[in-house]
């Protein structure tokens, strides 16, 4: 239980173009979702936290107008980099935190599997 | 959220015990600690968290001092895929909040 998946794994673009990841939570309703970033060698940074029919709450020197997220339900939430430069080329991780459900703590967030976006 | 100290990088052969520490000498009464684990080129997978009771389960044991300012993650068996970067982070127990992730310990399983 407790299974978060992230759509797609992997995407190589050009830049200026706009790239959607999805994040959904498989087994459990997420009403908090977070999106991270990590760059090669480093940690995770937190960009942003959002929550489900609201406006996600982004992190001090995160664009909001470049990276949107979108929460539209308790199982999905989506990021979508606009206008993508080589220097957004990360690793974007997603993770959900919910009510009590099929396997999931509500004190215990759980992590997708990550997207790595190169662009070229 | 209070910080953590962590050991950069640590060894231990195949099959023996991984004891991993973190320092949390500022944590507060309604603070959790949570250990996180990440292979490489993978999301963070959750191993286990407590408040102030030791806490075992499938994947790992937690021991937290009784002050609470420290606690020790211990694999008791591990193997080559528990090769990974672990997360000591301590965070409150109310809903919403984002895990703040330090540098972790970089724990290499040898055979």
């Known amino acids: 239980g407790a299974v978060v998946s992230q759509h797609p794994s992997r995407v190589i673009c050009k830049s200026g173009t706009s790239v959607k990841i999805e994040c959904r939570s498989l087994?459990?309703?997420?009403?908090?979702m977070f999106w991270y970033r990590q760059f090669p060698k480093q940690s995770l940074m937190l960009m942003a936290t959002s929550n489900e029919g609201s406006k996600a709450t982004y992190e001090q020197g995160v664009e909001k107008d470049k990276f949107l997220i979108n929460h539209a339900s308790l199982t999905l939430s989506t990021l979508t980099v606009t206008s993508a430069h080589p220097e957004d080329s990360s690793f974007y991780i997603c993770s959900a935190r919910g009510p009590r459900g099929s396997g999931a703590s509500t004190d215990t967030q759980y992590f997708g599997p990550g997207t790595r976006l190169t662009v070229l | 959220d209070a910080k953590t100290t962590q050991p950069p990088s640590m060894d231990c052969a195949e099959g023996r015990a991984a004891n991993l520490p973190c320092n949390h000498s500022t944590i507060s009464g309604n603070e959790y600690v949570y250990w996180y684990r990440q292979i490489h080129s993978q999301g963070p997978q959750y191993i286990i968290h407590?408040?102030?009771n030791n806490e075992t389960n499938e994947m790992a044991s937690l021991i937290i001092t009784e002050d609470r300012k420290s606690s020790t993650l211990i694999l008791p068996h591990a193997t080559l895929r528990d090769t990974a970067v672990y997360y000591c982070?301590?965070?409150?127990?109310?809903?919403?909040?984002?895990?703040?992730f330090g540098k972790g310990t970089s724990l290499l399983v040898t055979p």
């Open positions: 087994d459990f309703q997420a009403t908090t």
């Open positions: 407590g408040l102030k």
């Open positions: 982070i301590v965070r409150p127990s109310v809903s919403g909040y984002a895990l703040n």
